[in-house]
T-cell receptor, first 113, second 114 residues
């Protein structure tokens, strides 16, 4: 069965650079969530989209932006990267109904040096 | 503040024993979901329990939900070394203009010794 695809799997950037993370949800899933997980931490909600519109916003820095495109894939854009942005970034998708599971991708490991 | 808090933070058991992890949350929820994560890997969905359900089973997993106490538990029976992982509960809350989001607890690190 198709799963959530994230790319790239690993990314190394220098401070003050920009990064773009991509997420391809499971087909026919119209909701996408983005999470950030620091070392030894629980996943922190960043932002979500439903039917290409922003649904919820969490602890996402102003330096980050995201959008969901017409084909439902989503991109997380991160600018002016800081060392503290080093983390695992997960994308999840769901069919958009309240009581349905959210399925996560394998994550993108971002290292800022 | 954390919506979900889990205990214990770490649990170490022998193969064949049962493992119980608890999760508490603060506000009303639509559902509660449990996930497993192997070190540095993705989050694997285990089970979803709706707010109007009290117990749910899936294989060796049993989840309970007590909305009056705002708590849930995950029981893994007859544990195996391959169950070694971090386990997270996540509450799903939707309402108002929000279509809903999952908020994770701090997780329990389970180690199953062969």
């Amino acid at each position: 069965a198709a799963g959530v695809i994230q790319s790239p799997r690993h990314l190394i950037k220098e401070k003050r650079e920009t990064a773009t993370l991509k997420c391809y949800p499971i087909p026919r899933h119209d909701t996408v969530y983005w999470y950030q997980q620091g070392p030894g931490q629980d996943p922190q909600f960043l932002i979500s989209f439903y039917e290409k519109m922003q649904s919820d916003k969490g602890s996402i820095p102003d330096r980050f932006s995201a959008q969901q495109f017409s084909d439902y894939h989503s991109e997380l854009n991160m600018s002016s990267l800081e060392l503290g942005d080093s983390a695992l970034y997960f994308c999840a998708s769901s069919p958009g109904l309240t009581n349905t599971e959210a399925f996560f991708g394998q994550g993108t490991r971002l290292t800022v040096v | 503040s954390q919506q979900g808090e889990e205990d214990p933070q770490a649990l170490s058991i022998q193969e064949g024993e049962n493992a119980t992890m608890n999760c508490s949350y603060k506000t009303s929820i639509n559902n509660l979901q449990w996930y497993r994560q192997n070190s540095g890997r993705g989050l694997v969905h285990l089970i979803l329990i709706r707010s109007n359900e009290r117990e749910k089973h899936s294989g060796r997993l049993r989840v309970t939900l007590d909305t009056s106490k705002k708590s849930s538990s995950l029981l893994i029976t007859a544990s195996r070394a391959a169950d070694t992982a971090s386990y997270f509960c996540a509450t799903f809350i939707a309402g108002g203009t929000s279509y809903g989001k999952l908020t994770f607890g701090q997780g329990t690190i389970l180690t199953v010794h062969p």
